[in-house]
């Protein structure tokens, strides 16, 4: 099973709407990190989350950490083409610097 | 400043045979880790470095996997008798002490 869950799995929206992308684990979060990847590129690094209650904002988009340390949801305004891509969440599972667990992505297309 | 360099960016090989794959992480990054991504999934954790040493190698699907470090810089990993399973996106990253990871842009992996 798969320890970090996304969804939905793909999303289609039209250009200016607002969409959510939420990122479940069934363990409690020591971190959460959204990445962003385009086909055949590598992961670009959105937001790092923390602290139970964490919200990030950079430009349209906004990623937030719930109380409990168990889920994520990116939010992005008014979406763009560019907003176009796969959006991935990463969770340190155990701390100190151990290596990140990553869900299966989120295929987010904008359309005029 | 230049970011994760990995080369080469595409790799054909035919069952059987060896690869060697290569990663130069950002200058003064301490951590390296490689992931593996299949179609449609997310990266799938290989191998972790801290220095020279290798400080966590749990998720190498089996003795064909090998990775070094030698000097606690560039990495290099190697897939002895490939198999048509292994293909694959092979991506690395680098970060400082508890800080997001930065990754390359991967190296594809295609065994025929």
């Known amino acids: 099973s798969q320890e970090l869950e996304q969804s939905p799995q793909s999303l289609i929206v039209q250009e200016g709407k607002n969409l959510t992308i939420n990122c479940t684990s069934s363990?409690?979060?020591?971190?959460l990190y959204w990445y962003k990847q385009k086909y055949g590129e590598g992961l670009i690094f959105l937001m790092m989350?923390?602290?139970?209650?964490e919200e990030k904002s950079h430009e349209k988009i906004t990623a937030k950490l719930d109380e409990k340390k168990q889920q994520s949801s990116l939010h992005i305004t008014a979406s763009q083409p560019s907003h176009a891509g796969i959006y991935l969440c990463?969770?340190?599972?155990?701390?100190?610097?151990?290596?990140?667990?990553f869900g299966k992505g989120t295929r987010l297309s904008v359309i005029a | 400043g230049a970011g994760v360099s990995q080369t080469p960016s595409n790799k054909v090989t035919e069952k059987g045979k060896y690869v060697e794959l290569r990663c130069d992480p950002i200058?003064?990054?301490?951590?390296l880790y490689w992931y593996r991504q299949s179609l449609g999934q997310g990266p799938e954790f290989l191998i972790y470095?801290?220095?020279?040493?290798?400080?966590?190698d749990s998720g190498l699907p089996n003795d064909r996997f090998f990775a070094v470090r030698p000097e606690g810089s560039v990495s290099t990993l190697k897939i002895q008798r490939t198999e048509r399973g292994d293909s694959a996106v092979y991506l690395c990253?680098?970060?400082?002490?508890?800080?997001?990871?930065?990754f390359g842009n991967g190296t594809r992996l295609t065994v025929t």
């Open positions: 990253a680098s970060s400082l002490r508890d800080s997001p990871l930065h």
């Open positions: 363990k409690t979060l020591y971190g």
């Open positions: 989350l923390q602290k139970g209650g």
């Open positions: 990463g969770a340190d599972m155990r701390g100190g610097n151990t290596p990140l667990v």
């Open positions: 200058s003064g990054h301490t951590a």
């Open positions: 470095f801290q220095g020279t040493g290798a400080a966590d």
